[in-house]
């Protein structure tokens, strides 16, 4: 029998780490890290780890995993240098890294969608922070690395639906992006297709969105429409006066049909507040 693969989720405590981890965890010998979040401190599977004071290298020394999914947040350049310390790990050893990265990579092109192969240019430091580590993966043989670009994640546990309840449950005003066009995803999606990934060994870009786009005023508004009868107040910003694209569109590396999804399926998924 094949010998189960050893995964280790930086960030395996937050929204999008914590999802992949129960995705995989009964499939693979799954391994996860936390930073503020003691509630795992007694989860054998669960290591603290702090990338502005422990050694990446010794985590993995310790782990020896077979994937790395990187799904950090916080100081920009503990982050850079954890990634930068992850690579020469990749040169030497049988690893591979799936980092998740972002549509923001392509934010300073807002006239039109982006597509895998697409130069990258942003104008958010978060988008040039992306930028920086895609580039130190791309410098490694293809087989060693998956950038995975990811847009905003919705679903029912998400912070992004949180706050609508939170806003609609105390009537305050809601942000929207009338002139903002995106595509979306979720929770489970999203896990889904990384466990496809991961099952078939794939490298590469990987753009994990729905393949159709949506205005963020029409999106939110549908949403929250799932979510109960509400009459939301909505506070429209516009931060140009034309429509701007925050998109990263699936057309070369594209997943097997079954995996693909569209936002009207995302939308769908979100569940009446109890
Ligand atoms: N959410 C989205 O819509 C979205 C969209 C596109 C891309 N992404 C990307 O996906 C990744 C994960 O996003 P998320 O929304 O899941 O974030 P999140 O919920 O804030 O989770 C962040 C993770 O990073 C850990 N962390 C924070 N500071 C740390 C430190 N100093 N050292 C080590 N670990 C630390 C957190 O641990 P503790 O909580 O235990 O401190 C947590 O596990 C990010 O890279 C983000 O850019 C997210």
């Given at each position: 029998m094949e010998k189960k693969k050893k995964i280790l989720i930086l960030g395996a405590s937050g929204f999008i780490g914590n999802a992949i981890y129960k995705e995989l965890c009964n499939y693979f010998n799954t391994y996860g890290t936390y930073c503020h979040?003691?509630?795992?401190?007694?989860?054998?599977q669960f290591l603290q780890y702090d990338m502005r004071e422990d050694d990446i290298v010794q985590l993995l020394e310790q782990v020896r995993p077979d994937f790395i999914i990187s799904t950090l947040r916080g100081d920009f350049g503990a982050q850079v240098q954890a990634h930068q310390h992850m690579m020469e790990y990749l040169i030497k050893n049988e690893t591979k890294l799936y980092f998740i990265s972002?549509?923001?990579?392509?934010?300073?092109?807002?006239?039109f969608p982006s597509y895998e192969y697409d130069k990258t240019l942003s104008e958010s430091i978060f988008g040039r922070l992306k930028i920086k580590i895609e580039n130190m993966m791309m410098r490694l043989p293809k087989e060693k690395t998956a950038i995975l670009r990811v847009p905003m994640v919705f679903g029912n546990t998400s912070p992004r639906v949180k706050e609508i309840k939170m806003h609609l449950e105390a009537n305050e005003p809601i942000e929207v992006f009338p002139n903002l066009i995106i595509n979306v995803t979720n929770d489970d999606r999203l896990t889904q297709q990384i466990h496809y990934l991961i099952n078939r060994n794939k490298t590469g870009i990987f753009h994990l969105g729905s393949k159709d786009l949506i205005q963020h005023e029409e999106f939110i508004k549908e949403v929250i429409k799932q979510l109960g009868n509400y009459h939301p107040v909505l506070k429209r910003v516009f931060t140009t006066n034309e429509d701007r694209y925050l998109a990263a569109l699936p057309k070369h590396n594209k997943l097997p049909k079954n995996l693909r999804v569209k936002y009207q399926e995302i939308i769908d998924h979100h569940l009446p507040v109890e």
């Open positions: 979040t003691t509630v795992y401190s007694d989860n054998g972002s549509a923001n990579v392509f934010d300073a092109y807002s006239k």
